[in-house]
Nanobody, 115 residues
């Protein structure tokens, strides 16, 4: 089992920044990938950013150039730096870990972008 605890959500103004953190614990050896997804009200959950074990990253088009995913292996923590935030970034953000054929999800943290 893998446990994930997110932090760092909150309220930001358009154009502002937030940094999300996700601390992983438990059976975290041989993790294939870590990342962030989000789900806005009335919409399906979408994968926002992923970082694989070798350090390569992937982003959905709508956040490219604005969001940066990074990982601290010593702390078993993955981060999502979100800059130039837009109202359409408002959602619950979930951390996830892929280990073998299983994906583990955190409980989520609310991000609201509003003036």
């Amino acid at each position: 089992q893998v446990q994930l605890v997110e932090s760092g959500g909150g309220l930001a103004q358009p154009g502002g920044s937030l940094r999300l953190s996700c601390a992983a614990s438990g059976s975290i050896s041989s993790v294939n990938a870590m990342g962030w997804g989000r789900q806005a009200p009335g919409k399906q959950r979408e994968l926002v950013a992923t970082i694989i074990s070798r350090g390569s990253t992937n982003y959905i088009d709508s956040v490219k150039g604005r969001f940066t995913i990074s990982r601290d292996n010593a702390k078993n923590t993955v981060y999502l730096q979100m800059n130039s935030l837009k109202p359409e970034d408002t959602a619950v953000y979930y951390c996830y870990v892929v280990k073998g054929a299983v994906t583990y999800w955190g409980q989520g943290t609310q991000v609201t972008v509003s003036s």
